[in-house]
């Protein structure tokens, strides 16, 4: 791209990106917006073009923010970029952040050429997240999908991928997938969800932080009993059965710590396994860039950030669900936040108010999120489900068995040695579906509890998506040693004041 640097590139066209965008656009800004979808909306705005929003939750949000989005293209501040994902970014050049792109699929883009790359003064992650899987034994058979893969082929193509659906996991999210299955004529068998409802009485003023979500719950469990979907808690699926297809799953009742109660075993049958426990934050550029993380409430590792949405890197912001899973709402408020916040640490003018506003919004979906995570945790023993022939790796084809072998035999208690030695996150995947799992069944065997070093490991990616080696040999050579690797980035201004 032949502009000058922009003084912001927000990667992610999301709750989070949107609301960043439109934030720092509006405050004068001129922003990149790098998305690998079609159009704005991401995961959860996910819709066909001409959508009118019709099953889509909280559509006025995405409606306001797109008419924003388009003042914005309109008035010159925003440079769309659709249909490309950011592969790596390089800290040296005419700006401190220089952001590579390739397409997101072969031919992507339309008539136009691909966007090679974009350079900006500051960069906003906002990149989401994906569905996190525990396997069981069974679920590479075909028939068994993401829950929020099920709902993406429901929201963006109305295709309803079976016909007999079992939804099965932990957390809220199983219950819009269950009733927009049902509600587009599946016949959803079960819902069956790992943990108690009754675990949201133990915080009772943190799960009514954010009173909208329990009128949203009432809602679901209104299409729940409308559509007659049968919903059992402290439930799992331990086996998937068929050869070819799915044809049946076996269900057993779990204890509050995910042990399987003897005697409470059912088989049902189905076509479709739609399994959700909960969601694992796209970390790749933040880990990259040398953000710090850590192990967030629900197990999974999140970015670092301060109130403001600063990353511990200069001139790097993050939002949405890679500071820590906690809905749409929390994620346009932190991304309307960062995009602020920006602006700010470029010099211009933001209302203190706005900010104190935002951050109290904030803080009170982190402590409703830290609530839900808490009532809905991935069960302790879950690994106790598996058996040595379970698929854990299904890009490398490795089993339990192996990892478990290697870990007895060579001493592989962490995943990057258990990687070296028996290949899980070797694959194309480069670990993104099977790190969290691979993690958890090594610290498991050792008596210990999974750390943020556990799950740093399979995280951190030489590439943030896959690229061709043509665009690797587009790389301009390196720097001579001993320069430093472009303009230092300037310390940041005082913050939008969220005290």
Known sequence: MSEPPFDCAVVGAGPAGLAAA?????EGLRVALVDAGPRPGGQFWRHAEGSTGAGQHDWATFTRLADALRRGIAAGLIHHVPLHQVWTVDRAGP??????????????????????QVAARAVVLCPGGYDRQLPVPGWTTPGVMAAG????????????????????????????VATGLAAA????VALCEAASPARWLRRPLAAAAVP?????????????????????????????????????VTVERVDGSGRVVPGRTRRLDADLVAFGWGFTPSLELALALGADTERGADGSLVATVDTARRATVPGVYLAGEATGVGGAAKAVAEGELAGLTAAVDAGRPVSRRRGRRLAARIARAETFADAMHRAHPVPEHWTEWLSEETRLCR?????????????????????????????????????RVC?????????????????????????????????????????????????????????????VDTA
């Not at 068995?401 to 208690?413: F, H, I, S």
Request: aromatic share 4%; hydrophobic share 35%; proline share 12%.
């Open 435 to 495: 790190g969290f799992a691979t993690a958890s069944l090594l610290a498991s065997r050792a008596g210990r509890p999974v750390t943020g070093d556990d799950l740093r490991a399979p995280a951190k990616r030489p590439l943030g998506a896959p690229v061709t080696l043509a665009e690797l040999a587009a790389l301009p050579e390196p720097e001579e040693p001993g320069r430093p690797d472009g303009p230092e980035a300037p310390p940041p201004a005082p913050s």
């Open 185 to 188: 004529g599946a016949r959803v």
């Open 395 to 431: 890009c490398e084809e490795v089993s339990v068995g192996d990892v478990q072998r290697a870990q007895d035999g060579l001493g592989a208690g962490d995943p990057r040695t258990a990687k070296l030695l028996a290949r899980p996150g070797m694959g194309r995947c480069q670990g």
């Open 212 to 248: 909208g979500k329990a009128v949203e719950g009432a809602g679901y469990a209104a299409g729940l009993l409308r559509h007659r979907v049968p919903y059992l808690p402290r439930t799992v699926v331990t086996r998937v059965h068929g050869t070819q297809e799915v044809t049946a």
């Open 149 to 176: 893969g099920v709902q993406a082929l429901l929201k963006g193509q109305g295709t309803v991928a079976g016909r007999r659906v079992v939804v099965a996991g932990t957390g809220p999210f199983l219950l819009p």
């Open 22 to 26: 439109t934030a720092a656009a509006g």
């Open 95 to 116: 700006a401190p952040f220089t952001l590579r792109l390739t397409p997101a699929y072969e031919g992507a883009g339309g008539e136009g050429p691909p966007v090679g």
